[in-house]
């Protein structure tokens, strides 16, 4: 089965999978455990009643990863459609969300392109603003310089600036760093 990495169209669905697995195998796991040390000994006076326990301690850490991906909604098909038909070469980033200490931005699809980040968050309840904020943050904290951030809510003029980055043939040093980034503050 081919993984789908951070960054790429489909990963939060795929990611949900993984997560939902690995928790309940986790979970499972320390049920069995439980359940052997019960059955063997007849009390849960036992160590393998601990251990059961401890290993309820990285279950319930993926329980919170699966949880964040489940509320994650991701890039939809038409969305994915729309966009794909404007970016060309243009280096893209599907799936990203992210959290600041104040909020979480939901943000389908992002571009850089001659120190040009830009994004397009669905949601009408998403701060654009504050996300464009929480992102220059994160930049300058990296020593990441002279980034323009724009979010964008409305699609025709989302695709209209993706058009116009295409257009612009720029030589761009910071790409890598800038993908990079979102993609690490990125769940």
Known sequence: MHRIKKGQYGYIKSQRKIEIIKTLSLFLLSLAIYLGGYITT???????TIVAILGCLPASKCAVNMIMFL????????????????????????????TSYESTFEIPHM???????IGIAVNPKCKTAACEKHLQAMCAQNSI????????QDIPKYLNRLDQLQE????????E???????????
């Open 168 to 175: 612009l043939s720029v030589g761009d040093t910071q790409t």
């Open 42 to 48: 007849g009390t849960n006076k036992n160590l393998l």
């Open 177 to 187: 760093a800038v993908l990079s980034l979102v993609k690490a503050i990125s769940i």
């Open 145 to 152: 310089r002279d980034v323009n951030i724009k979010i964008f």
């Open 111 to 117: 571009v850089f392109c001659g120190n040009n980040l």
């Open 71 to 98: 509320r994650a909604r991701g890039c939809s098909e038409e969305l994915y459609q729309k966009v794909s038909a404007h970016t060309g070469t243009l280096p893209c980033l599907y799936d990203n969300v992210l």
